[in-house]
């Protein structure tokens, strides 16, 4: 079927819309934007720049997708915005381009961000992601496959929130939360792995306990943080989870939040 354009709408000539797109009442889309087969851009929402959306997408009612990052250092550089395929941007959430650090955005597929979301410049979103109401992401915030975020959450720029992680709304996060980690709170606290969260995923029991025991070690032994990553390179460097949890640590520039 060919894109299905209320009347209303503004579509640029040059917009690609691929098979079966709806572009509803009153919505705007700019040059250059591509927008893959059955997605829907809904009422009075504007999608522009350099902005590709994947196959099965939602844009919800107001929602502004691919505008200029609200850098100052942005002097109107091409840069870009990808979304994933099934990845659905609910009422009046707002998404920035990329700046000229790293050319752009990219959210993964499969992700959900709910109502009055931000999300900035530069951010990079695994597959999976959950950012609930007004979630609030700073410049080149990282966030891990099937992580999620609490509404009112504002997350401070460059931090990093692992795979897997879990921050209680209402939260404050200036610094790195681990992968698998459970936090909530003003100041940021951990509150032990999630999961609740991996057994949804298909965690294994026994692979739930490899990671809670890491965290022990890391957060509750009294060992130093470089005495527990290294017993643990040493007892349990062959299960992936855990070697992703200590390179997470070692690579941390913000620091990682206790």
Same mark, same amino acid.
């Given at each position: 079927?060919?894109p299905r354009v209320h009347p209303s709408?503004?579509?640029?000539?040059?917009?690609?819309?691929?098979?079966?797109?709806?572009?509803?009442?009153?919505?705007?889309?700019?040059?250059?934007?591509?927008?893959?087969?059955?997605?829907?851009? /809904?009422?009075?929402?504007? #999608?522009?720049?350099?902005? +590709? @959306? !994947? %196959?099965?997408?939602? *844009? $919800?009612? &107001?929602?502004? =997708?691919?505008?200029?990052?609200?850098?100052?250092?942005?002097?109107?550089?091409?840069?870009?915005?990808?979304?994933?395929?099934?990845?659905?941007?609910?009422?009046?959430?707002?998404?920035?381009?990329?700046?000229?650090?790293?050319?752009?955005?990219?959210?993964?597929?499969?992700?959900?961000?709910?109502?009055?979301?931000?999300?900035?410049?530069?951010?990079?979103?695994?597959?999976?992601?959950?950012?609930?109401?007004?979630?609030?992401?700073?410049?080149?915030?990282?966030?891990?496959?099937?992580?999620?975020? /609490?509404?009112?959450?504002? #997350?401070?720029?460059?931090? +990093? @929130? !692992? %795979?897997?992680?879990? *921050? $209680?709304? &209402?939260?404050? =996060?200036?610094?790195?939360?681990?992968?698998?980690?459970?936090?909530?709170?003003?100041?940021?606290?951990?509150?032990?792995?999630?999961?609740?969260?991996?057994?949804?995923?298909?965690?294994?029991?026994?692979?739930?306990?490899?990671?809670?025991?890491?965290?022990?070690?890391?957060?509750?032994?009294?060992?130093?943080?470089?005495?527990?990553?290294?017993?643990?390179?040493?007892?349990?460097?062959?299960?992936?989870?855990?070697?992703?949890?200590?390179?997470?640590?070692?690579?941390?520039?913000?620091?990682?939040?206790?």
């Amino acid at each position: 079927m060919t894109p299905r354009v209320h009347p209303s709408a503004l579509v640029d000539p040059s917009a690609e819309l691929d098979l079966d797109v709806v572009v509803e009442a009153f919505a705007m889309i700019g040059s250059g934007v591509r927008i893959g087969a059955g997605s829907t851009i /809904g009422p009075r929402a504007t #999608v522009y720049g350099a902005t +590709r @959306i !994947g %196959a099965g997408c939602s *844009v $919800g009612v &107001g929602a502004v =997708v691919g505008s200029d990052p609200q850098d100052l250092k942005y002097n109107g550089e091409p840069t870009t915005l990808e979304i994933g395929d099934e990845t659905h941007i609910r009422e009046y959430a707002t998404i920035n381009r990329g700046t000229n650090a790293t050319g752009s955005t990219v959210i993964g597929p499969r992700c959900l961000l709910m109502s009055y979301v931000h999300v900035a410049h530069d951010c990079r979103l695994g597959e999976g992601v959950i950012l609930a109401n007004a979630v609030q992401l700073g410049g080149h915030v990282e966030i891990g496959e099937h992580a999620q975020v /609490g509404g009112l959450t504002p #997350v401070h720029q460059f931090v +990093r @929130i !692992g %795979a897997y992680g879990f *921050v $209680g709304g &209402g939260s404050r =996060v200036p610094q790195d939360v681990p992968p698998y980690a459970r936090t909530a709170g003003n100041p940021l606290r951990l509150y032990g792995i999630n999961a609740v969260g991996l057994r949804r995923a298909g965690f294994s029991a026994d692979l739930r306990l490899s990671i809670q025991h890491a965290y022990r070690l890391l957060f509750n032994s009294g060992m130093s943080r470089r005495e527990a990553m290294d017993r643990l390179r040493t007892e349990s460097g062959h299960i992936s989870e855990v070697t992703r949890l200590l390179d997470f640590l070692g690579t941390s520039e913000r620091g990682v939040m206790v």
